[in-house]
């Protein structure tokens, strides 16, 4: 679990101080600090839902979200989270974490950093953008056939592995823009 922490938190941090960084130079306002602070660090850890709904929604006939539940109504959030570390790479057939979310994520965050001035809006879909790629390349990185399964899960047809870079490609640079508009965002 550390692991994974230190895997979501790293980038997110490095995005908060690049930001401020800049922000200092321009003189922002320190709500925009909290706002940003904040957004990030609800956004870098809101798509781990998915993996509750997969226990108590999705996948509820299984042993393990029969643990997942013994251990929420015992109020032990301990064992709820190593039982999430311990399984989480299981989890394939997942809502946030599958490629039409991904675009869905993409056309919501292209209107947000084309249309608002909210801080918080737009450092919570970038926290979302990264979450995700940090994901799709740690399994790119170790198997992707795991990525490729999780990414594609419900659709009838899966890009290619050969693909994959490309996609992963794509999906960064375009993280990458929202990450200078955000860094431009000076409400």
Not at 88 to 99: A, C, P, S
């Amino acid at each position: 679990m550390k692991k994974e922490l230190t895997l979501h938190l790293v980038p997110l941090t490095i995005v908060f101080l690049i930001t401020s960084v800049f922000w200092l130079l321009s003189k922002v306002n320190f709500i925009q600090y909290i706002s940003l602070f904040i957004g990030l660090g609800l956004g870098s850890f809101f798509l781990d839902i998915d993996h509750f709904i997969y226990w108590f929604y999705t996948h509820t006939n299984l042993q393990e979200s029969r643990i997942a539940k013994a251990a929420f109504k015992r109020n032990d959030y301990k064992s709820l989270l190593g039982l999430l570390a311990a399984t989480h790479k299981g989890h394939v057939d997942l809502i946030f974490h599958h490629y039409f979310f991904q675009i869905l994520l993409l056309t919501i965050s292209l209107y947000v950093f084309s249309s608002t001035s909210t801080i918080f809006g737009k450092a919570f879909l970038l926290a979302l953008n990264i979450h995700l790629l940090v994901d799709e390349f740690t399994d790119f990185k170790e198997n992707p056939k795991h990525l490729q399964n999780w990414l594609f899960a419900r659709s009838p047809k899966q890009i290619p592995q050969s693909h994959l870079q490309q996609y992963l490609f794509f999906f960064t640079s375009i993280t990458l823009v929202f990450f200078f508009l955000l860094i431009k965002s000076r409400a």
